[in-house]
């Protein structure tokens, strides 16, 4: 009888002859690498990527970046992996995903070289994206004349009036939608994952709510700077996510207040829209500052060093928004307003220009495979195996 080992090889070079000629370097290696662990299979109660995998005897270019879209990142298979490097079959599922995750945002992005840009250059583009609207803003101020014109009682229309800022901001928005969607789609179509039960979509929207694969697979957490187990990542996901969506939700109520019930800002700070604010905002600080924090020491060998200027890019423009956005609030009614107002929009205004092609992307095509993922189980692919 073979060894494990045995079969592993033979399985490495199964899938190496097996890969279409077109597929790029990284997605080979994902090929690889799933062939491998599909011999082994001792990760396969870890996450959703392992029991996905044994439902494919190949993988092609679209199996290979759905399972990649899949992965969360946790390092735990890493960890537990017998041929793992300096092993010479070099299986490293986390490095190998998040390689071809990037290739997943960057061939799916609309207008495709935007996506290449961000690709290449993360960090830059975020930060004077981020800088160059801030100064601009800045530059407004100053050529109208309020820059210190002393306090205008949090009135923050006084320096920019309410429909030059929603004719901007939502013009920015919708284009930011709009990528985002066109990329996603494509991806969705390439996937062919066929109808969505309802019990499919509210299972995929509850792995997604609960970030219920950055506990490892076994609820202990995701290894970081080595093989011990930690919550930390899925937590400081936790306050990042909820604080971005408790910050859309102040927006959105201060929306309605305007429009349908004609109240017009500033509102006061027990109002529910600054309630809402100032909780995402303290949500954003907290989150990704522990993220970064994260990132800075995690183990080498997890992710691919290559995106971390385009991840720590994203982590810095997050705390660039909420960071202003409490120093705006706690100083709107100081002379200080006009400045701290003009960084925190062109803060905001970069976050959601760059938003389709940068780290943000991955949450969204994550749910995307998600749902896929759902699906499937409810209707696994016939493999011809056994008289199937």
Known sequence: MQSLEALTREAAALGA?????????????????????????????????????????????????????????????????????????????????????????????????????????????ALAAATGLALFLSLVVLIQGRWASGPLAADFYAIFPHDTLALMFGAVFLFAVVALGIGV??????????????????????????????????GQGCNERDDAFTLARRRFHHWTFYGFLSCFAATCVATLYHYLFDWQAPYALTSLPVVLGTLGGIGLVIGPAGLLWLNLRRHPLHGDARQKPMDRGFIALLLLVSISGLALLGWRESAAMGVLLAIHLGAVMAFFATLPYGKFAHGVYRGAALLKWSIEKRNPPKLGIGGE
């Open 17 to 125: 002859n097996q890969m279409p000629a077109a597929s790029s370097a990284d997605e080979a290696e994902v090929g690889r690498i799933m062939q491998i662990c599909n011999a082994c299979r001792y990760c396969e109660g870890f996450c959703a990527v392992f029991p996905a995998m044994t439902h494919r005897l190949t993988f092609a270019k679209n199996d290979i970046h759905f399972l990649a879209n899949l992965c969360h990142n946790c390092g735990a298979c890493l960890h537990a992996c017998q041929y793992a490097p300096p092993h010479e079959f070099a299986v490293n599922v986390p490095q190998a995903m998040a390689r071809v995750r990037v290739e997943t945002y960057t061939d799916y992005a609309w207008p495709a070289a935007l996506g290449a840009l961000y690709k290449r250059n993360g960090l830059t583009l």
């Open 185 to 218: 789609r494509r991806f969705w179509r390439d996937q062919a994952p066929g109808p969505a039960s309802g019990g499919a979509a509210a299972e995929a929207a509850h792995d997604v709510l609960r970030l219920k694969y950055l506990d490892g697979g076994h």
